[in-house]
Nanobody, 114 residues
Framework: QVQLVESGGGLVQPGGSLRLSCAAS????????MNWYRQAPGKERELVAA???????YYADSVKGRFTISRDNAKNTAYLRMSSLKPEDTAVYYC????????WGQGTQVIVSS
């Protein structure tokens, strides 16, 4: 049974940091690209960052220099380190695994507010 479980969201002040985790099970994690998406209220879901099975990375322009995606294949876990957070980063953050199949997590809420 495939599972992606996100954690690490919460309320943070502008300028603060959070680290999101995505724990995977039920598939060959190391063979899949891992992606982080976010969806703000009233907006479409957008790709924030991605990391390939070989470690190559992609970032949306809006988060370049502030977010870092990484993966630990030994722990079957992907991470999104977010720093210098802005109110416009407020959204539900989802991880997605893409490879032979496509799997989504349930999301974790991030609220950036003073």
């Amino acid at each position: 049974q495939v599972q992606l479980v996100e954690s690490g969201g919460g309320l943070v002040q502008p300028g603060g940091s959070l680290r999101l985790s995505c724990a995977a099970s039920g598939f060959t994690f190391s063979s899949y690209a891992m992606n982080w998406y976010r969806q703000a209220p009233g907006k479409e879901r957008e790709l924030v960052a991605a990391i390939g099975s070989g470690g190559s990375t992609y970032y949306a322009d809006s988060v370049k220099g502030r977010f870092t995606i990484s993966r630990d294949n030994a722990k079957n876990t992907a991470y999104l380190r977010m720093s210098s957070l802005k109110p416009e980063d407020t959204a539900v953050y989802y991880c997605k695994a893409s490879g032979r199949g496509v799997y989504w997590g349930q999301g974790t809420q991030v609220i950036v507010s003073s």
